[in-house]
């Protein structure tokens, strides 16, 4: 007869501990919040204790306390009541993860309401993890000498070491603050620490709070203009879940922000609406449409938020511009991409399905559905029923949703514009080139040693330009779906053959 396979518990929880990065008591503070905040907390308070028997650390939250259904839950690992999406805690392991973290750790659960509590006690011994549960053992018996002051939620008890309860003590504003900063601000949670209020992290200068709308929803971000330079890991923007932080990404135009305000500027948004886009340990995002799309758009509302203040410094409109390259590379690249195969390495096109306005033979205007290229009727003096393909912005009329996706959309004029290439001087620098997405072309660094080394010999120099102008464009691809060495290759060569050849 069939058996189940088994499982070794403690170092299942050891190999869960090692996806994070962290100090294990920094892990402890994240998900023992985290947790919290699924729960429906608006409150935590933690307080640290030590006495003969141990250190310990306590977080209390307010949140709807367990009921015997989910504390039995409780104590099996990876049973989760949460539903997919709507949670920010590692589900089914959350602080437990501690336990594989110390010999002696141990976490006391109170969940309840005044003097009607349900309390457990899980412990290691020996190469296992076990617990006590009220459910079987009384509260008294269970809690033992520990004082308890419970009134409502539920909280976690957590002995720790020697060491680990000094450095825990000593950075835990800090870690509070990095983590669920976005929920500080925007006062969602209150949290405190042995009966002190936690304030935001906030840099000296301008702050603004904004709304972007996003198809029915909208997404609520801050943007500072410091007067300081701001932490790396803080610059430029921090995205978060239900307040709690999950990742920094620097903007791809940042050398377009005007002196020092590249060091000095940063943008937290809360993206809630991608919550059921979390990977595993709620540290960053799943590759998918609705993530790009998202990232995107917040990436366009923070530029046009600079741009507004005279922060962005702008290359003069291309069509005025004398050293802008716009030759039989440039036509042979669009071209290039309007190969079905090649078209989604073009930034400045939608690869998303979308709709377009086209006539049929009978003359009538119609809408239809294009996957990843556009098509648009022409305005080259003829009747307007022919079609051209592209994969760039071409004259005609294209159909457009509105920003908030709620209205079926309306004609508008499109401008010719394909992919245009802007030599700049921008000698310190470290790139070779990058997407200029305000003027949709590519920005040629002339500035970069290289290019200065083959600036002399014209077919070298032509070689290098068409180089770092598709390099540029699969950078800017690969920052949006991660593709390997070979792949990333395959498409490098292909794109320089067909151009090039």
């Known amino acids: 007869m069939a058996e189940p396979l088994s499982i070794k518990i403690l170092q299942t929880l050891k190999n869960l501990l090692d996806m994070y990065e962290y100090p294990n008591e920094e892990v402890l503070v994240l998900e023992a919040v985290a947790n919290g905040i699924d729960a429906g907390a608006r409150k935590i308070e933690i307080s640290f204790d030590k006495n003969d028997s141990g250190h310990y650390v306590t977080f ?19 049973s989760s009541t ?24 141990e976490i006391v659960t109170i969940t309840g309401k005044n003097s009607k509590v349900l309390a457990s006690r899980m412990f290691r011994r020996e190469d296992n993890v076990e ?30 070491s020697a060491k680990g309860f000094g450095w825990l003590k000593s950075n835990i504003e800090q870690k509070l603050r990095f983590w669920f900063n976005f929920a500080l601000l925007s006062k969602t949670l209150e949290l405190k620490v042995n009966g002190n209020t936690v304030q935001p992290w906030s840099p000296t ?6 709304r972007l709308p996003y198809k029915k929803q909208t997404i609520p971000y801050y943007f500072w203009i410091s007067k ?21 990404e620097p903007v791809d135009w940042a050398n377009q922000i005007k002196g020092e305000n590249n060091r000095r500027v940063c943008c937290m948004a809360d993206v809630s609406i991608l919550a059921q886009q979390l990977v595993a340990n709620k540290e960053n995002f799943k590759k998918s449409p609705l993530t790009n799309a998202v990232r995107s758009a ?12 005279g922060l962005i410094f702008k290359h003069e409109d291309i069509s005025s511009k004398t050293n802008v390259v716009v030759n039989e590379l440039t036509k042979r690249l669009d071209k290039v991409l309007q190969n079905p195969d090649l078209k989604f390495l073009n930034p400045f096109s939608n690869p998303r399905i979308h709709y377009v306005t086209l006539r049929d033979k009978d003359g009538n205007v119609i809408i239809q559905e294009v996957p990843g290229q556009q098509q648009v009727t022409g305005e080259n003096g003829d009747d307007g029923n022919s079609v051209d393909i592209s994969s760039g912005d071409e004259a005609g009329s294209g159909y457009f949703e509105d920003e908030k996706g709620e209205l079926s959309g309306s004609t508008k004029p499109r401008k010719t514009r394909g992919i245009s290439i802007i030599p700049e001087d921008f000698p310190d620098d470290p790139r070779e080139g990058w997407l200029d997405m305000g003027n949709r072309a590519v920005v040629y660094n002339i500035g970069h040693p290289f290019s200065k080394a083959v600036a002399n010999n014209s077919s070298l120099y032509d070689y290098n330009l068409t180089r770092v102008v598709i390099a540029s464009l699969i950078k800017a691809k690969n920052d949006q779906t991660e593709m390997d060495a070979v792949t990333t290759f395959d498409y490098f060569e292909k794109i320089l053959h067909d151009v090039w050849i």
Do not use: C
């Open 298 to 309: 917040i990436k366009k509302a923070f530029f046009d938020e600079l741009d507004k203040r």
């Open 205 to 210: 200068g301008e702050r603004f709070f904004k």
């Open 60 to 78: 209390l939250n307010d949140g709807p306390p367990m009921n015997t259904m989910d504390f039995e839950n409780y104590h099996t690992i990876s």
């Open 131 to 160: 617990y006590d549960s009220s459910l079987n053992v009384p509260v008294k018996q269970l809690l033992g000498h520990r004082r308890v002051h419970h009134k409502y939620g539920t909280s976690y008890q957590v002995r720790i």
């Open 82 to 105: 949460k539903t997919k999406g709507e949670g920010i805690g590692f589900a089914g392991v959350g602080a437990k993860i501690f336990l594989a973290a110390w010999d002696k750790a």
């Open 228 to 248: 300081e330079d701001i932490p790396e890991d803080k610059r430029h923007i921090v995205y978060s879940v239900f307040g709690k932080r999950i990742k920094n």
